[in-house]
């Protein structure tokens, strides 16, 4: 698939099987006949199959903190704005 990211759709619809064996597969769970585990790992690696980070992440559903340092305002002006913008939002 030129240019295009080829999703677990793709594989399942290539393979003539669900989207949930082509998942069985990569994630090695679940019962599986061996040749069609084999066909489907066949076609992922034809199509170069890489599976989408963000979409993982997302799938997930956890929570990440991010942190951020900040020079210190008396030194340098520019930062009170970040730092007051810090302070209002951890107040909530």
């Given amino acids: 698939m030129s240019g295009k990211s080829v999703r677990i759709k793709d ?14 597969v990569i994630h090695n769970r679940g019962k599986v006949a061996e040749d069609v585990r084999e066909k489907v790992l066949k076609i992922i690696e034809e199509m170069n199959y890489e599976p989408n980070l963000i979409a993982r992440a997302l799938g997930a559903n956890k929570t990440y903190s991010l942190g951020a340092l900040i020079p210190d305002p008396a030194a340098d002006s520019y930062w009170l704005e970040p730092r007051a913008g810090w302070i209002r939002r951890k107040r909530r």
Avoid at 11 to 24: C, F, N, Q, W
């Fill in 11 to 24: 594989i399942a619809l290539k393979a003539g099987v669900s989207t949930g064996t082509v998942d069985r």
